[in-house]
């Protein structure tokens, strides 16, 4: 109903013998259900009672006959409703102000009008205006979004539709050249303007209205203030900000101003948009006064006045304005210097009454002797004005009144609770309002980076990386961009920000620079234990230094989870401030905080303090720890990778396997060759210099390159046999066996077994027993002895639950030998005792711990399910498998669910989609020669090529 009506029944559209039957029933649609008597009233009004009721009849009976009986419900002789059960779709159901954009396709009930039936049309044309008054908001809403987002070819698809669907209504056209305006498209602006002139001229023979012209001059002369690059210099767009600032110099001229306080970050760009608010000012209404405050005026009473009265003396001798002569007769007095060459007076300290005559004497040149002229003042960095100048300015802004005077001010968001006295009592009168600068976004940042790069420009590893280093912030990003134009590093951190950062660091106590710096040792922030390791006072004292840290903008203050985390507000800072430490400091600190971890860790072995660690014993030059600690990580955190059997070392919690490797193959073939190449011959070397090869073999052989992946882990066995060290012999020989099963390799299989029962038994390793047992029914199942397979296994689970029953590994060793039953029962045909057991494996691992044995699991009660004809669980299980797959980075096993995936795909009739399913399985397959996967692998092929 939303555009030309239209019904269509079975795909076929119907067509109604007459006006009245088709209102009826799009009537009854819209409402579900009416009266006889309001039906009558709408559609038969003028007939008299039992014409009109006959007129009913008939017309419910052609939309039941047309559209089928049980369509309508005819309650009595009262009335007529939808059936709630018919199979109807109505495109106004469900209608809402956030979906109506997509289903809008024109106005409701479009071009469909019943003669001399005024009821009806007044009805529809309610709901027809009210359906496109909310399709224009939402379109409103979200051109508001896309300006925000700056996405200006949606921007003008919009545009079209908003225009196309009233093409003579200036309200639409003024607000949509808003929206191109504060984008910074001036030219779609002023084009929006010269199509309506044409349209109105050609099709009314009208001019745009003068609100109309007054925007569109407006938008010139924003053009106008825009930036032109020279060679040499640099700029940064903020059309919304200079939009912003033109809409209140708009208000002040036209009537009451509101004033402007621009708020940022050092850097954000507060001076040049100062510089463009100059530009926009009209100097034949306004007279602007402008003056950039300093640090070192702080204390210096009225200087920023000094200025000011120079510009206006100045404006008077220029007869701009004009000033009482006993008023220019006290400022001689008071001023004697302006008078004579209007250089302004600096650095004098005055008596208290001084100042008290001096202010009142400005104070009355702006209330009461500055005649027609209304007047703007732009004051830069107003944080470091003097305390008199900001008492004298909150007076005249006051007194002068909202439509006499207008302050537009910018200041650092570090300092402004220092203004806190001057502003707040503005913002509850709404005298003044803040706009707050924010940093770039990622696509600014690259529109700059094209402009000044163009080389660079579509090069988004280099633009991240440059967002990332900059934060977004103006100043950094132009100064990096001329620093790398000019051949510098990207890593140096420019003269001119090194420069803003001393200005936000000077004067900071010996206390909180000392609290910064510790904060800087943590690349991911900071909390109360993390301070505490280097900087032992009581909580309070450090709280109280958080809060002014906080309070100057330099630290940032995050809740998670329960915890607060503090953060340097800005990277540079963070890098300046760590920076400027000496090198053999950085290093002590850094070494404390590691040795502070590491007792965590022996404390308690929780991983976690794994990174952490391994982190600050590496920044503090601590090769030897650095070593061991790195081994130790990649031990634990390649084996939920790497192992589809339990990592006997106890389970990985998933948030820590959820992590990405963080190394590449060279750099683990780098870190081997540094660590074969160690001379030292202590215990924890030795150890690591076995752990190592064992590590980059199982990386090898998880990555297809089997050959290499061997040698090193022979290299692993044949150290740790000559170390005695027979738990990593152990793991090695689970190791090989894995790969012999992986390979069909059942001799290697049986060999390693045979290796590992005499090492357990010599060591009194009881616990270990149960996964030898898991294996040796492993290698069973391959040589198809299923019962004996099914025997040891149950044997397995009471060996493991009277070894391993209170360690962390035992819902995942139970978990492999309910998986291995499954295995055993799907192979002997039995597929739903088969499925029983691979949904206990499932079930009984935690979901705070993640093995790449999962995705095995899903994958194998999917198979089930499939031999079972159940195609839909199946699915579902395929799907969650390759999922698990994905989510432990694993390959090998990946192919099964695949695979099965195309046949499920080809039953459906998706050929294109089961043949990219199919394709990936195989090379899977091809990569790990996996012969577990030939035959589903094949069977797809021969599904696939029957198509």
Known sequence: MLDNPSVTLDGAAVNFPYRKAEGLFYYICIKKSITREEAISVFWASCDAKAAKKNLRDAVYTVRKLLGDDLLDVTGNSGIRLNANARIEIDTDGLTKDNIRKKYKGDFLSFFYIKDCLEFESWAEELRSGYKNMYYRNLQERLGEMTDEKKLEEIREYSSVLIKNDIYNEDIYRYLMRVYARSGDYNSAIKLFQSLSDVLKTDLEEVPAEETVKLYKDILKLKGVEPKRKDGAFYIERFSITYQISVHLNAFRTGYATSVLLCGEAGIGKSDLLARARKLIDTEQFIALSHSCCRAEKDVYLQPWYDLLAQLLSCEREGVITLMPAQKQMIEALFPKLMTDSIAMRGIIMEASRVEMMSEAILNVFIHHVQKKKII????????????????????????????????????????????????????????????????????????????????????????????????????????????????????IPMRVVHVIKSLLMNLPENEMKLLEIISLFSDGSNMEKMKICMPQPELEIYMLLENLIERNLLIEAASGGNVHYLISRGSVRDYVYGQMSAAKKRMMHHNIA?????????????????????????????YKTYVYNVRYLLDLCTPYHDTFPNLEGAIPSAMARRKIPVCEEELFRLSQEIRSLKDDTEEIAGIKIDMPFILGRFLIFIGRYEQGIINLRECIGLAQKANDYKKLLHAYYQMIRFGALVNNVEMMKDFIDRCVPIIKKNDYLSEMSFVMCMESLYCIKEKRYNEAIDILWSALDLHKKYNASKDCYPIGVAICYNYLGECHYNKGEYELSLRYFEQAVCVCSADYLINGYGIFFANAGKALYAMQEYGEAEKYFTRSIGYFDEAGALCGKEVPLAFMALLLIRKGCGKKAFSYYSEAKEISEAFRDQDSLPVIGEAAQSLSAL
């Open 595 to 623: 040795g502070y971890y590491e007792a965590c860790f022996l404390d308690t072995r929780d991983r976690a303090y794994y990174p952490l660690i391994l982190e600050h014993y590496k920044n503090s030059g601590d090769a």
């Open 377 to 492: 003042l732009i004051f830069d960095d107003i944080q470091w004005m003097d305390s008199i100048s900001k008492r004298l300015l909150s007076a005249i802004l006051f007194q002068l009144g909202n439509q006499n005077i207008m302050m537009i001010a910018a200041c650092r968001d570090e300092n402004e609770k220092e203004l806190a006295d001057f502003i707040v009592p503005l913002f509850e009168k709404e005298r003044l309002v803040e706009v707050r600068i924010p940093r770039l976004t990622l696509d600014e940042t690259r529109k700059a980076v094209t402009e000044y790069l163009p080389e660079l420009g579509n090069e988004d590893k280099f633009v991240s990386e440059l967002y990332g280093k900059t934060e977004g912030n103006p100043l950094y990003l132009m100064e990096l961009i001329k620093q790398i134009k000019d051949g510098g590093d990207m890593d140096k």
